[in-house]
Nanobody
Framework: QVQLVESGGGLVQPGGSLRLSCAVS????????MGWFRQAPGKQRELVAT???????AYADSVKGRFTISRDNANNTVYLQMNRLKPEDTAVYYC?????????WGQGTQVTVSS
């Protein structure tokens, strides 16, 4: 069974940057898409960014121009570079690996943006 392990979360001041990593136990090219989602306390999980097997990317409006999703195919790792962080970006961030018939989630990594 595929495993996803996120890392890179932490506490950062507003305006700062973090890079999240998602290490995948299988070839990331075997998935239709890889994505990052987030869930803030009391809110539903929401899509942040996705990257397809063909390399296409998409972003939530709230993070466009600030966040960048990328991947390292050789090391089966997906990244989320987060710049100009805002307090409203505070959430648990989850990595997702999607196939036509299944979705796999990581355990999540906490990102807290606060002064």
């Amino acid at each position: 069974q595929v495993q996803l392990v996120e890392s890179g979360g932490g506490l950062v001041q507003p305006g700062g940057s973090l890079r999240l990593s998602c290490a995948v136990s299988e070839s990331i090219l075997s998935f239709v898409a890889m994505g990052w989602f987030r869930q803030a306390p009391g809110k539903q999980r929401e899509l942040v960014a996705t990257i397809t097997s063909g390399g296409g990317t998409a972003y939530a409006d709230s993070v466009k121009g600030r966040f960048t999703i990328s991947r390292d195919n050789a090391n089966n790792t997906v990244y989320l570079q987060m710049n100009r962080l805002k307090p409203e970006d505070t959430a648990v961030y989850y990595c997702n690996a999607a196939r036509i018939s299944s979705n796999t989630w990581g355990q999540g990594t906490q990102v807290t943006v606060s002064s």
